[in-house]
């Protein structure tokens, strides 16, 4: 008998008490409670921050017995009891200020009770919290740990109004920590972004985050060490119920899930989430995606899409991976600390990290996820259009591909285009590459830079992009620059194409003008 897999499961004694998996992180968590106090740490939502919490908060509870099969239990750790505040911000009621203070007192007031302490006298959550740590220190220091601190901002972006109003809630809340230190053995802060004027970071100017420290770089997640230790079974099993070998699994799974990287050390690892379902359901599918994409993140992708010709390409330091306002929040670092990028590389010199899509789950459907975001349509119809456009491709016919092209573009509000050719280079290279195309965009040769080369098994189709004039020049001007002398050797048919995008109000056009040319000699057009 394999134990079981802790789906949908996030307590730690529910899952040591009740025969679940546990991937024994305690010797890294060891390492934190021994070197510090207080810690900040932003993962991507499903990644394990509530299990973290959760054994946290049996370790400083003195459970030592619940461990006795865990690394922690055989260390020097003395096992000290100390009261606990566990704050769970995705439980509480966030959709107004008001619900949120009313829901936080709820919260603290029924913590009191489990010790006998009374709150009704203060007035606020913030002075709430200030008399439970002093009555509860009573006792011994105070552990606070808090899941999910910014819920009520990151799930209310698409609500300015409301995301501020519970920010100023949030303000008040983690300012009234800031002279309650003598009274605390330590706090734990998760969250999935690191959101600024909450005074959680500016109050607590002792609060070390360890995001991107290499000391957490495998604290969520599976290492690669960690499936060869604790998942062989569920391979082996996986393999004999579809009749494959290991090696095939496992390859697979580290196509689609691994490949998460949180600091400059070379550590990956995998979505747990995803990989737990993938060993339940035995087959490949976006798992993490599909339970769910944040409405916020849909939103930024809709406002700021012309961050796409940069997404893979961008370098960025540890300050602009972090913190961000409310009021001008950057998507592509929101992006890395949500979980749909990571670290590809780091610059020592400059202190610059280099990021990219971590796995083909996320690489494959979220493109889909800013189709859907900028046009304001579904995944139906935009799966539909794109299946529409690869099977033009595989006929070879370009002007039906460009006519469904123009369909899809045709659903994106004029509002949101924008007028420079980049942002079109960046939208035919994303639409391509979901079609699993080799697209490159600004190819530079020595007579000049070509616009958008489209490859496939037979054609090289070479674009030139233009606003707000006519196509037909297009062709012409890649003949007069010779652009198509690049790929002469390829023994490929070759298309000259000419895009015309047109933005004007309550309505976008585009225009198209295509010509072939032999692939050894060129014609004259």
Same mark, same amino acid.
Not at 206 to 223: E, F, H, Q, S
Not at 266 to 278: I, W
């Given at each position: 008998m394999i134990k079981k897999l802790p789906i949908d499961v996030s307590t730690l004694s529910v899952m040591l008490s009740e025969d679940y998996l546990y991937v024994d992180k305690t010797k890294i968590i060891h390492g934190l409670i021994t070197q510090g106090r207080h810690y900040f740490l932003s993962?991507?939502?499903?990644?394990?921050?509530?299990?973290?919490?959760?054994?946290?908060k049996e370790i400083f509870s003195g459970n030592k017995e619940l461990f006795k099969e865990l690394w922690i239990y055989t260390s020097d750790y003395t096992w000290p009891k100390h009261p606990i505040i566990h704050l769970d911000f995705s439980a509480l009621d966030i959709e107004s200020a008001e619900e949120l203070k009313i829901s936080l007192n709820w919260t603290l007031e029924s913590i009191a009770q489990k010790h006998d302490i009374t709150l009704e006298s203060a007035p606020s959550p913030g002075t709430k919290l200030k008399a439970l740590i002093e009555k509860l220190s009573e006792k011994n220091s105070v552990v606070i740990l808090i899941d999910e601190y910014d819920f009520p901002l990151i799930n209310n972006l698409d609500n300015p109004k409301i995301a501020a109003a519970n920010r100023k809630v949030l303000k008040s809340f983690y300012s009234s920590l800031k002279s309650m230190d003598e009274f605390l053995k330590a706090i734990y802060v998760t969250g999935v972004t690191k959101s600024s004027k909450t005074s959680l970071f500016s109050g607590l100017n002792?609060?070390?985050?360890?995001?991107?420290?290499?000391?957490?770089?495998?604290?969520?997640?599976?290492?690669h060490a960690e499936i060869e230790t604790y998942f062989t079974d569920y391979i082996a099993r996986f393999a004999l119920a579809t009749? %494959?070998?290991?090696?095939?699994?496992?390859?697979?799974?580290?196509?689609?899930?691994?490949?998460?990287?949180? !600091?400059?050390?070379?550590?990956?690892?995998?979505?747990?989430?995803?990989?737990?379902?993938?060993?339940?359901?035995?087959?490949?599918?976006?798992?993490?995606?599909?339970?769910?994409?944040? #409405?916020?993140?849909? #939103?930024?992708?809709?406002?700021?899409?012309?961050?796409?010709?940069?997404?893979?390409?961008?370098?960025?330091s540890e300050k602009s991976l972090g913190t961000f306002d409310l009021e001008q929040v950057p998507i592509i670092p929101v992006l890395f600390q949500a979980g749909y990028l990571t670290i590809k590389s780091y610059d020592p010199e400059r202190e610059e990290y280099?990021?990219?899509?971590?796995?083909?789950?996320?690489?494959? !459907?979220?493109?889909?996820?800013?189709?859907?975001?900028?046009?304001?349509?579904?995944?139906?119809?935009?799966? %539909?259009i794109?299946?529409?456009?690869? &099977?033009?491709?595989?006929?070879?016919?370009?002007?039906?591909?460009?006519? &469904?092209l123009e369909s899809l573009l045709a659903n994106i509000p004029y509002q949101l285009h924008i007028t420079e050719e980049r942002y079109y280079h960046s939208l035919f290279q994303l639409i391509g590459s979901m079609l699993g195309l080799d697209v490159q965009s600004e190819v530079s040769t020595d007579k000049g830079r070509i616009d958008l080369v489209l490859s496939t098994k037979t054609?090289?189709?070479?674009?030139?992009?233009?606003?707000?004039?006519?196509?037909?020049?297009?062709?012409?001007?890649i003949e007069e620059r010779k652009y198509y002398e690049k790929y002469l050797?390829?023994?490929?048919?070759?298309?000259?194409?000419g895009l015309s995008f047109a933005k004007e109000k309550?309505?976008? #056009?585009?225009?198209?003008?295509?010509?072939?040319?032999?692939?050894?000699?060129?014609?004259?057009?």
């Open positions: 993962r991507p939502r499903r990644f394990g921050k509530s299990l973290f919490i959760s054994t946290l002792n609060l070390n985050d360890i995001t991107i420290d290499p000391r957490a770089a495998a604290l969520c997640g599976y290492t009749n %494959r070998k290991a090696d095939a699994i496992k390859s697979e799974m580290e196509a689609w899930y691994d490949g998460y990287q949180f !600091s400059n050390n070379p550590t990956k690892v995998f979505n747990p989430f995803s990989v737990l379902y993938y060993f339940v359901k035995q087959k490949k599918s976006n798992y993490w995606l599909e339970s769910g994409t944040p #409405g916020f993140l849909i #939103g930024l992708l809709r406002n700021q899409a012309s961050f796409l010709e940069d997404i893979e390409k961008a370098k960025f280099q990021l990219q899509f971590p796995n083909a789950e996320i690489r494959e !459907s979220f493109k889909t996820y800013v189709l859907v975001a900028i046009s304001q349509t579904d995944i139906p119809t935009v799966e %539909r794109t299946s529409l456009l690869s &099977h033009a491709l595989m006929n070879n016919d370009i002007k039906l591909f460009c006519s &469904h054609h090289c189709y070479i674009f030139e992009c233009k606003l707000n004039a006519s196509a037909a020049v297009a062709p012409k001007q050797n390829q023994s490929k048919k070759i298309v000259l194409g309550n309505k976008f #056009g585009l225009e198209t003008a295509i010509k072939e040319m032999n692939p050894l000699v060129p014609l004259s057009l």
